[in-house]
Every structure is written in C-alpha cells, then in structure tokens.
C-alpha cells in the first residue's frame, strides 16, 4: 500500500499533533513521522512512519512518495541546525515538493533569542534547497506564561517594559491545517502568528491574578540575576542563553507587533491570553 503524500513531524507533540488531529477530522490521509512510530496518535487515515531528522537515510525512506511536508522544529539541541539540514536534503533527495515550516518570531541571524538564529538558518537553507515554502513564524506561546510563575507567585526575567504577542498553540495549529488544505496558495508567504495584543509582564501577571485567583507579580531581573536563577538547573550554557534571551528578546522590543494573520488565514479571531486562562479554568 503506498503511503499518503502529505507528511507531518511532531505528531507526538503539541502543535504536530494539533496539526495532525484537524487534517483527521477533514478526512485527509497523512504519514505520521516519529522516532517512536508507538508513540504517534491513532487517527483514521495516518501511518506512522520511523524517522529521526539526524538519520539521513531513515529520512529518505520515511519521505519517499511525499509532495507536502509540515515540518516542526527538531527539539532543542545545540544539534538542531545540523538537523534540521540533514532532514531537508533529505527531503529533496525524496522529491518532496513543499515545505510549511513552523518557525519563530522576527527569525534573524542576529535576533536576541539565540534560537530564533537557528530558526532563520533553517529557512535560509530551505530557500537555496530550492523547495517551495511557506513559514509560520509563531510568537511566544500564550500556553507557558503560567507554568513560568515560580511558586512563590512570581514571574522572573529580563523582560523590562516589553510586550510580547502570544499565540495560543491552538491557532497556530489551524493555521497550519489551513495552509496545509490548499498550499499553493501561501506558496513563496512568510506569516507572523501573534495572538490579539501585546501585553507587557505587569499586564500578563495581572491577567494571571484577575482570572485564575492565584496572586501572581512580575519582578523584573537583572541580566546577572536571570542567569544565577536559571542555574537552578544542570543544564548547557548554550541553554542558559537560550532562557534568559527569550526575555531580553521581549525588552528589546522584538516580539511585536501584532499580526493578523490568524484571523486572515482560518477566519477565527486570534485568542487572547485572557480569553485562554478562562476557557482553562
């Protein structure tokens, strides 16, 4: 039996899996592509498929027959560009024929996230691989702001006065069900997925407080500071960086403006972060 030619990564995450639920509910056929095929979800017209972006030859096997490919970002890794390059010429060397690639906010060889370089580093190299494309620049997720309150009710970074707009996991993963739906249509677009509004910390912390009830504050950290509470943790310097950049990437102003391009593309409005917390709760 031959697989579907629509392929989707990340099926075994939030935003792949999202993805991969809606094109099930539509009735369309997809190959699932998964480290552990086990792990992928059971949806009528999916096959899972063994594929690890690293491992060129499984990537051409897993792709074969593929025109339309979604391709969530490999988990973070100071690997994760050699990745993420290796699975796109193997997508070439497959004859896959479009890539939506899920990427990040203001992606630029020189932006503050240090993640967001990568990101950028991975259009570029699916741009020269000559593919057609369509990127999905999301913002911040709307989702972690309450999982980034300490337990002592209080929300840490670097962040200054800078406002950030959120998207909710939700509306990027009907857009990228929509672009996926008629592709050709968003061939060659680059999209900036933002929620509704640009909140600053103090206004994400009051929203927090006002619709959940759990007092949550803002303090505004030193650079020293992000850094020497971050290490908390056993983790890689490149990681550190990765952390506390995600803030100074906001009080540099460089997760705004606001997009419509949600609203634009699935003819829903965009989710607020208030709106989010109270359909949680």
């Known amino acids: 039996m031959s697989l579907p030619a629509l392929a989707i990564t990340g099926s075994t995450g939030h935003i792949g899996g999202l993805v991969a639920q809606h094109l099930a509910d539509d009735g369309l056929s997809q190959r699932l592509l998964a480290r552990n095929p086990n792990k992928a979800p059971k949806l009528p017209g999916a096959t899972a498929?063994?594929?690890?972006?690293?491992?060129?030859?499984e990537s051409r096997s897993a792709l074969s027959g593929t025109k339309l490919l979604f391709m969530v970002s490999a988990s973070e890794s100071s690997e994760r560009l050699d990745q993420h390059r290796a699975f796109i010429d193997a997508a070439?060397?497959?004859?896959v024929e479009h890539i939506v690639y899920l990427s990040y906010f203001k992606a630029a060889p020189d932006a503050t996230f240090t993640l967001a370089r990568d990101h950028w580093a991975t259009e570029q190299h699916i741009i020269k691989s000559g593919?057609?494309?369509?990127f999905l620049r999301d913002n911040m997720y709307t989702d972690f702001f309450t999982s980034m309150v300490g337990s002592d009710g209080v929300l840490r970074g670097p962040a200054a006065d800078g406002r950030v707009a959120s998207v909710t996991r939700a509306d990027v993963a009907r857009v990228a069900a929509a672009v996926l739906h008629d592709p050709t249509a968003h061939t060659g677009q680059t999209y900036d997925l933002t929620g509704p509004e640009a909140l600053t910390f103090d206004e994400i912390a009051q929203t927090i407080t006002d619709?959940?009830?759990r007092e949550v504050s803002f303090h505004n950290e030193t650079i020293d500071e992000a850094y020497e509470s971050r290490r908390a943790w056993d983790a890689p310097q490149w990681e550190y960086d990765a952390w506390v950049s995600t803030y100074t990437a906001i009080a540099a102003g460089e997760l705004v403006p606001v997009s419509d391009a949600v609203e634009q593309i699935t003819g829903k409005p965009a989710e607020s972060l208030r709106d989010f917390l109270s359909s949680a709760n």
């Open 49 to 57: 498929v063994q594929n690890s972006y690293e491992n060129t030859e």
């Open 92 to 95: 070439v060397e497959a004859g």
């Open 211 to 213: 619709v959940t009830g």
């Open 131 to 134: 593919i057609a494309y369509t």
